[in-house]
């Protein structure tokens, strides 16, 4: 027969060693959890929430009279905060994971990092066929004493022709798929759909999960009309973010993985960041 449960405060003492005291005397900026995979439902700019799974990363600091940080509270957290009860995670209320975070361990600063597939379903621009092309997207959260800053990541394929190629050959031209990577800090309302729409609208062209003949021949040459180095790639983008009252700092790097190269082209700008 099962043993009737007993009530907490009849329960036999378990000895908590993570609040034991350290004399080391050396804090730790970050203790957690690493690599979490869990269910999400995340809202954007449209209002629809989406069912993705988050790759979590969960720390706080802990100071230094202390052993060690309550890893249990860490899963718990993740586990009322994305419940299928809770309201779904977006941009705007990414904090409140953060203000519980710091409450539940007693701790002065936390961060949360979550990466996940970011799935849109896209209109072909000719046929008008609707398809999902999924984004990579990390949103990041740090909470010090008090003081609360954010940075969105999002990784856009899209597709690149080579100017140099389209001027020099008497017909054709080579282009790649390509990635265009922006991270922002925001200072205003900002969504991932925003910065997406950024990389894609700079590109040669951008990426659809079908495209019918007519779409084949309309992307094609519009990307053999918009001819984009590695360097206009980034340049325009960053023109875009500098130019964008909501963006505080950012950074941008586009990636070719070029067609007629082993190797790949590169760049980088950043500011503030």
């Known amino acids: 027969?099962?043993?009737?449960?007993?009530?907490?405060?009849?329960?036999?003492?378990?000895?908590?060693?993570?609040?034991?005291?350290?004399?080391?005397?050396?804090?730790?900026?970050?203790?957690?959890?690493r690599g979490l995979r869990y269910p999400l439902m995340f809202v954007d700019a449209d209002g629809v929430a989406r069912s993705t799974v988050a790759t979590c990363d969960v720390f706080v600091a802990l100071p230094a009279e202390q052993k060690g940080t309550h890893m249990s509270r860490l899963v718990a957290l993740l586990e009322d905060q994305l419940s299928a009860s809770a309201e779904p995670l977006s941009v705007a209320n990414f904090r409140r994971l953060l203000d519980d975070l710091v409450v539940r361990l007693g701790a002065t600063s936390g961060r949360i990092a979550f990466a996940f597939p970011f799935f849109v379903r896209k209109t072909a621009p000719v046929s008008g066929v609707a398809s999902l092309l999924d984004y990579e997207v990390r949103i990041t959260g740090e909470l010090d004493r008090g003081s609360y800053v954010h940075t969105l990541d999002v990784a856009a394929p899209v597709t690149s022709l080579c100017p140099c190629s389209k001027e020099i050959s008497d017909y054709g031209a080579h282009s790649q798929r390509s990635v265009v990577r922006i991270v922002a800090r925001p200072r205003a309302p900002l969504f991932i759909a925003d910065l997406l729409r950024i990389g894609e609208e700079e590109a040669s062209a951008e990426l659809y999960g079908i495209l019918k003949r007519a779409d084949e021949k309309y992307v094609t040459e519009r990307a053999y009309n918009n001819p984009r180095f590695v360097e206009d790639l980034v340049r325009n983008v960053a023109a875009r973010l500098s130019g964008d009252a909501r963006i505080a700092a950012f950074a941008v790097e586009a990636e070719n993985f070029e067609s007629i190269h082993n190797h790949s082209a590169f760049a980088r700008i950043a500011r503030g960041l």
């Not at 034991?20 to 957690?32: K, L, N, P, S, Y």
Request: aromatic share 0%; charged share 30%; no cysteine.
């Open 1 to 33: 027969m099962n043993q009737p449960q007993q009530p907490d405060d009849m329960m036999p003492a378990i000895a908590d060693v993570q609040s034991r005291r350290d004399d080391r005397d050396i804090a730790i900026d970050q203790v957690g959890i």
